[in-house]
């Protein structure tokens, strides 16, 4: 199975060109040294000049070839990456994996929008995803992504990957408008419904002069499939209590670790509504000088249902209490509630400014500030059990008011010889960045968990991290055929104000920590043919705890404990060696890429019940990486782009525990592919099919979950796409999509969508 999906990865169109449209293939052979020129549109602020791994995606390819409804699909195939995306509008475990990355780690990347960082530092996990919904697919121009950390001009997060959003800023007056829906047939155990989802978004901007402004807004109603089963292991089940009712509707499945258990029905399915607008104002102060200022306000409003397979003796739902099934007796309010539905509202709010000068010439600098707010961020659940929550009742009230974070970044380009890149010509990078992460959680109690006020506090958990870096970096043409780059970051790093709360008191974690590193930086080209390149980077990145892995744990008397505020941060030795050939119709690249990271932070088991984040002392990743592109191969219009990645990620070395020594890195598949085909017939229509693959992988660190195509499983999983866009009378065009046309079942602990259809409808002006 494996010999022949590589195959296909290899025959079929297999990650997508980099930076430039692909009808514009020429200049992706416009190389310096191995050096890629972005050429239109807004500059990336990736370092281009770095010669290492950057994949990018043009607004172009977007409209042709992806079925997009949120910011994040525009990385769907990208070589290496992968979104755990669940449902459209999924905002909170939407996690970005990389090379050697799972969709446990989303610490382990870095997520900007022009200049402003969306990638959350305050934890590590499905609850702490990047804020894609500050993004609408819309207002994209183009997406790059740096691979792993060989800038010096990014924190120890960059470890996996850095991708950087840019969106449209317009030089005439242009508005957009659009409208899509999508809908798919969604069957699963005993659930069968059709879900859908409807978007509506709406653009205008102008330049006049000096002056250029953007204003964006967007809706989005989705009703997701179910994510969350109910469940009881068979061995849950006590002999039965005379009267106890007998229940009819439970199914007989195997879990994650291949071991019995009922299905009871579904406690998450979720109807999200959010809200986004983003203004964006720029100022050219000189011909070379610019002030931007981006405005960005998020709304989410997401009630999640739940569903009872169960049924009594006269048909009715059972949703709480004890019942019998096959013969054994199992409690539905213990040791947590079988179904429990949740409301969540959240308004967050994103500001950045930023002054920059772009004159090509001797130097550039760029100064930039932006803050992220969880203005309101309220989660509601009931303690009360269903029926009777299902109106109210007691409960209790999560809010994360007061957690955020805010940047400085303040950097200069220095060009000794200005734009000459002959012999000798130089790029220094250098600057000051300060960052700071402050989560604030207060969870209390309340008499009505659907409407009512909060009460007593029940838990409280705050703290704070903070940094300030000096990064340098310079790169050096040292003869026609060689180029470097050398560079290095600096950084001091600060956690306090840790404390855990519980109803009767709030403890601190105690003294603060402040502690240094240093991360060295190195990469080296070699043009040694006009069409090939060798290129080669090294890096050191240091990954800091997050507040969120920092401080957690129980009160126990006076003490906190299950907890360790001495984690060590992860220390990550990434090196790619890559041959590139470039010519005039496409591209081919085979990257060699290795990693060592000690002191990983992952959740481990303390005892039988009780986890928290430590340290695995060790783990080893090797692999390598194809990624090809091409246009008009004999066909004119046909584009073909193709990825496939082979990753042997290792523990090999936990003292936590012994098991997992040996065992793969969790949610690292050993195979990775995609594959994309795009047809151009004419000016009025396209279509394109595409493929994604992903293949064996596991949840738990010694491997034990053995069954991944189940509720909390991780399964391999091969799905097709397909699209087709046409444009009808100038402005207006439309396209027609199935995102996974195969009707593939698999799973990332929950359920992915089935077979979906979409929709668009798109005005241009």
């Known amino acids: 199975m494996k010999f022949r999906l590589t195959c296909l990865a290899a025959a079929l169109p297999l990650a997508f060109p980099a930076h430039a449209d692909a009808q514009d293939v020429a200049s992706l052979s416009d190389k310096t040294i191995g050096t890629v020129i972005i050429t239109g549109g807004r500059p990336t602020s990736l370092p281009t000049q770095i010669p290492t791994t950057i994949e990018g995606i043009s607004a172009r390819q977007i409209e042709q070839t992806i079925n997009a409804s949120d910011s994040e699909d525009a990385l769907k195939y990208l070589p290496?990456?992968?979104?755990?995306?669940?449902?459209?509008?999924?905002?909170?475990?939407?996690?970005?994996?990389?090379?050697?990355?799972?969709?446990?780690?989303?610490?382990?990347?870095?997520?900007?929008?022009?200049?402003?960082?969306?990638?959350?530092?305050?934890?590590?996990?499905?609850?702490?995803?990047?804020?894609?919904?500050?993004?609408?697919?819309?207002?994209?121009?183009?997406?790059?992504?740096?691979?792993?950390?060989?800038?010096?001009?990014?924190?120890?997060?960059?470890?996996?990957?850095?991708?950087?959003?840019?969106?449209r800023m317009p030089a005439?007056?242009?508005?957009?408008?659009?409208?899509?829906?999508?809908?798919?047939?969604?069957?699963?155990?005993?659930?069968?419904?059709?879900?859908?989802?409807?978007?509506?978004?709406?653009?205008?901007?102008?330049?006049?002069?000096?002056?250029?402004?953007?204003?964006?807004?967007?809706?989005?109603?989705?009703?997701?499939?179910?994510?969350?089963?109910?469940?009881r292991a068979h061995s849950d089940g006590t002999t039965p209590t005379a009267g106890t009712p007998v229940v009819t509707g439970a199914i007989a499945s195997r879990n994650n670790k291949d071991q019995d258990w009922w299905l009871?029905?579904?406690?998450?399915?979720?109807?999200?509504?959010?809200?986004?607008?983003?203004?964006?104002?720029?100022?050219?102060?000189?011909?070379?000088?610019?002030?931007s200022y981006t405005l960005g306000w998020w709304n989410n409003d997401t009630d999640g249902g739940v569903q009872s397979y169960l049924r009594d003796s006269a048909g009715q739902p059972v949703y709480a209490g004890n019942v019998v099934i096959g013969n054994r007796q199992y409690n539905l309010n213990a040791p947590s509630l079988a179904f429990a539905p949740s409301l969540n509202t959240l308004e967050h709010l994103m500001q950045g400014v930023s002054m920059k000068t772009n004159t090509k010439g001797v130097f550039d600098w760029e100064l930039a500030v932006s803050t992220y707010d969880y203005h309101r961020d309220i989660l509601r659940a009931p303690t009360a059990i269903l029926p009777a929550a299902a109106s109210g009742g007691a409960g209790r009230i999560t809010d994360m008011n007061g957690s955020g974070w805010h940047n400085l970044n303040l950097r200069g380009t220095w060009r000794p010889a200005g734009i000459d890149r002959g012999v000798g010509a130089q790029v220094i990078d250098f600057g000051y960045q300060q960052d700071a992460y402050r989560l604030r959680t207060l969870v209390s109690t309340t008499a009505d968990w659907i409407h009512g006020s909060a009460g007593a506090r029940f838990s409280a958990f705050n703290g704070n991290t903070a940094m300030k870096s000096l990064f340098a970096q310079d790169t050096w043409t040292i003869s026609p055929d060689w180029k470097t780059t050398i560079g290095g970051r600096y950084e001091r790093w600060r956690a306090y104000g840790g404390e855990l709360g519980n109803a009767t008191a709030i403890v601190p974690f105690g003294p603060e920590r402040d502690e240094a590193h240093f991360s060295p930086k190195a990469a080296l080209a070699y043009q040694l043919h006009p069409d090939w390149v060798i290129k080669g980077s090294t890096g050191r990145a240091v990954r800091m705890p997050t507040v969120g892995e920092l401080y957690q744990g129980a009160i126990n008397g006076n003490a906190i404990v299950n907890t360790d505020p001495n984690l060590k941060p992860e220390t990550s030795w990434t090196s790619e060696l890559s041959a590139e050939h470039n010519t005039d119709t496409g591209s081919l690249r085979t990257t060699l890429f290795f990693e060592r990271t000690g002191d990983a932070l992952y959740s481990q088991a303390l005892t039988a019940t009780v986890s928290t984040v430590q340290n695995v002392d060790a783990i080893h990743t090797r692999g390598v990486e194809v990624a090809w592109q091409a246009a008009d191969l004999g066909v004119k219009g046909l584009e073909l782009n193709?990825?496939?990645?082979?990753?042997?990620?290792?523990?090999?070395?936990?003292?936590?525990?012994?098991?997992?020594?040996?065992?793969?890195?969790?949610?690292?598949?050993?195979?990775?592919?995609?594959?994309?085909?795009?047809?151009?017939?004419?000016?009025?229509?396209?279509?394109?099919?595409?493929?994604?693959?992903?293949?064996?992988?596991?949840?738990?660190?010694?491997?034990?979950?053995?069954?991944g195509f189940s509720y909390l499983g991780f399964s391999k999983f091969f799905v097709v796409d397909a699209r087709v866009r046409f444009k009808l009378d100038r402005p207006w065009s439309a396209a027609l999509g199935i995102d996974n046309l195969n009707n593939y079942k698999y799973w990332a602990f929950h359920p992915y969508t089935q077979r979906t259809v979409v929709a668009e409808l798109k005005f241009d002006l």
Do not use: C
Not at 99 to 111: D, E, L, P, W
């Open 80 to 167: 290496s990456l992968l979104v755990r995306k669940r449902y459209i509008g999924d905002y909170n475990h939407a996690v970005l994996s990389t090379r050697a990355s799972g969709t446990g780690n989303s610490a382990r990347s870095m997520v900007y929008a022009d200049g402003i960082l969306l990638s959350n530092y305050l934890g590590n996990g499905a609850g702490f995803t990047p804020r894609w919904g500050m993004v609408t697919p819309e207002e994209i121009e183009r997406v790059d992504v740096l691979y792993g950390p060989f800038s010096a001009a990014y924190a120890g997060n960059s470890v996996g990957a850095v991708v950087d959003y840019i969106t």
């Open 172 to 231: 005439t007056f242009e508005a957009h408008a659009k409208i899509g829906y999508a809908t798919q047939k969604f069957d699963l155990y005993g659930s069968s419904e059709r879900d859908a989802g409807k978007q509506a978004s709406a653009s205008v901007g102008s330049r006049s002069g000096k002056f250029a402004w953007w204003i964006n807004v967007n809706r989005l109603d989705s009703s997701g499939q179910p994510l969350v089963l109910a469940t």
């Open 264 to 291: 009871l029905g579904t406690t998450t399915s979720y109807h999200t509504v959010q809200d986004h607008a983003k203004a964006k104002l720029a100022y050219d102060l000189t011909p070379t000088m610019r002030l």
């Open 642 to 707: 193709s990825s496939a990645t082979f990753t042997d990620s290792i523990i090999t070395a936990n003292r936590s525990f012994p098991a997992s020594v040996g065992k793969q890195q969790p949610r690292v598949p050993r195979w990775r592919a995609t594959s994309v085909a795009s047809y151009q017939q004419n000016d009025q229509l396209s279509y394109t099919l595409a493929a994604r693959y992903s293949g064996v992988q596991y949840g738990q660190l010694d491997n034990s979950d053995s069954n």
